[in-house]
């Protein structure tokens, strides 16, 4: 399974299992994807990723699902510009 595929099984619950995914679904992945960070490794296989990675699939999973928690929906640490201290 590749990233984007496993971002999208977030999203089975509003699908449903047999159904093809929406242009919304699609979007919704595209942009937790966009979120963490690996928009650009979609295509990547996940038993080829380090375990930072992994953990970020799951984190865009979660954001992609309809019923994302609170947490989910601010930017994580590592997407925001360094602070000057």
Request: aromatic share 4%.
């Amino acid at each position: 399974m590749d990233i984007a595929g496993a971002v999208l099984s977030g999203r089975t619950r509003s699908m449903g299992w047999l159904r093809r995914p929406r242009p919304a679904d699609r979007a919704a992945v595209d942009e937790a994807l966009e979120l963490v960070g690996l928009a650009d490794l979609r295509r990547r296989p996940i038993g080829e990723l380090s375990g930072g990675q992994r953990q970020r699939v799951l984190v865009a999973r979660s954001r992609a699902s309809p019923d994302c928690c609170s947490w989910a929906s601010r930017s994580p640490a590592w997407t925001s510009p360094p602070r000057n201290s």
